[in-house]
Antibody, heavy 124, light 108 residues
Framework: QVQLVESGGGVVQPARSLRLSCTVSGFTFSHYAMHWVRQAPGKELEWVAI????????HYADSVKGRFTISRDNSKNTVSLRISSLRAEDTADYYC?????????????????WGQGTRVTVSS | SYELTQPPSVSVSPGQTARITCSGDALPIQYAHWYQQKPGQAPILVIY???ERPSGIPERFSGSSSGTTGTLTITGVQAEDEADYYC???????????FGGGTKLTVL
């Protein structure tokens, strides 16, 4: 069955960097675009970033552009999110999610499978 | 930036029909998708591409879209349907995702 497992969250000081990872199984990873979505405590979902199925194209929400970098390794079935210059407002649960478009390189922009999330807390 | 607007809350009695709307200027050219999220859990896709239902989602969940408004309909609401529901779409360029603010469905 399809599984997505995030890791790398924790308590981090402001201005530091952090790398989140998502390891997937149960489907052909290289056939799907992948996303990161976050949710601050008690708040709504916020789309963060997408990476195309072959990793050649990435797009980001305006709120994170310039500080977040999404990448993937199709040989390891892993998608990552590097967050630099962490701010208090980055405190959230971070979910990786599979794009619902099979063989749609740049994604159909909906999320058919989600991981359970990894929590990032930015605090001194 | 592009926004989707949902009502903050909807309340219905068991067995009634719940309708949750989502408004956005790009919805005439972009699909609306819907997610259910219960406390402490990851979201689950319940409707995609305006009206398609993923396997395993009960038939009481349906979706529609007209002009700038998408609608999630739950027919014969059950207590287990109490949750937050989010609509989601893409901007006009199709390179950025966006979620609505979420609607808390309360089953009275």
């Amino acid at each position: 069955q399809v599984q997505l497992v995030e890791s790398g969250g924790g308590v981090v000081q402001p201005a530091r960097s952090l790398r989140l990872s998502c390891t997937v199984s149960g489907f052909t990873f290289s056939h799907y675009a992948m996303h990161w979505v976050r949710q601050a405590p008690g708040k709504e979902l916020e789309w963060v970033a997408i990476i195309s199925s072959d990793g050649s194209d990435q797009h980001y929400a305006d709120s994170v552009k310039g500080r977040f970098t999404i990448s993937r390794d199709n040989s390891k079935n892993t998608v990552s999110l590097r967050i630099s210059s962490l701010r208090a407002e980055d405190t959230a649960d971070y979910y990786c999610a599979r794009d619902g478009g099979l063989a749609v390189a740049n994604g159909d922009f909906y999320f058919d499978y989600w991981g359970q999330g990894t929590r990032v807390t930015v605090s001194s | 930036s592009y926004e989707l607007t949902q009502p903050p809350s909807v309340s219905v009695s068991p067995g009634q029909t719940a309708r949750i709307t989502c408004s956005g200027d790009a919805l005439p050219i972009q699909y609306a998708h819907w997610y259910q999220q219960k406390p402490g859990q990851a979201p689950i896709l319940v409707i995609y591409k305006d009206s398609e239902r993923p396997s395993g989602i009960p038939e009481r969940f349906s979706g529609s879209s007209s002009g700038t408004t998408g609608t999630l309909t739950i027919t014969g609401v059950q207590a287990e349907d109490e949750a937050d529901y989010y609509c989601q779409s893409a901007d006009r360029s199709g390179t950025s995702g966006v979620f609505g603010g979420g609607t808390k469905l309360t089953v009275l």
